[in-house]
Nanobody, 125 residues
Framework: QLQLVESGGGLVQPGGSLRLSCVGS????????IAWFRQAPGKELEGVSL????????HYADSVRGRFTISRDNTKNTVHLQMNSLKPEDTAVYYC??????????????????WGQGTQVTVSS
């Protein structure tokens, strides 16, 4: 059974940093591209970043480019999202998701078949 489990969320002050982790099991990790999405209260789900299964190329939403970095460790079936210079508007539940095919339409939730349960990130003073 394919499973994705996120961790690393919490409360941080504006300007601070957090590192989220997504650990996968029950599938051939190397075949899947992994993305991070987030959803703030009252807002739509937003694609934050994706890392390819082929060459580790990455994509970012404009709202986080230059502040967030995605990486993967295939020896540990793990993807990390390093989040720096956090802002109150980064407050959301963060989800990781897996897909088998490339990165076209990577910010569309419909392109992903597997999701984690989410981890809360709160940026507040």
């Amino acid at each position: 059974q394919l499973q994705l489990v996120e961790s690393g969320g919490g409360l941080v002050q504006p300007g601070g940093s957090l590192r989220l982790s997504c650990v996968g099991s029950g599938f051939t990790w190397n075949y899947y591209a992994i993305a991070w999405f987030r959803q703030a209260p009252g807002k739509e789900l937003e694609g934050v970043s994706l890392i390819s299964s082929i060459d580790d190329s990455s994509h970012y939403a404009d709202s986080v480019r230059g502040r967030f970095t995605i990486s993967r460790d295939n020896t540990k079936n793990t993807v990390h999202l390093q989040m720096n210079s956090l802002k109150p508007e980064d407050t959301a539940v963060y989800y990781c998701a897996a897909r088998t095919s490339g990165f076209a339409l990577w910010q569309s939730r419909d392109e992903y078949g597997y999701w984690g349960q989410g981890t809360q990130v709160t940026v507040s003073s």
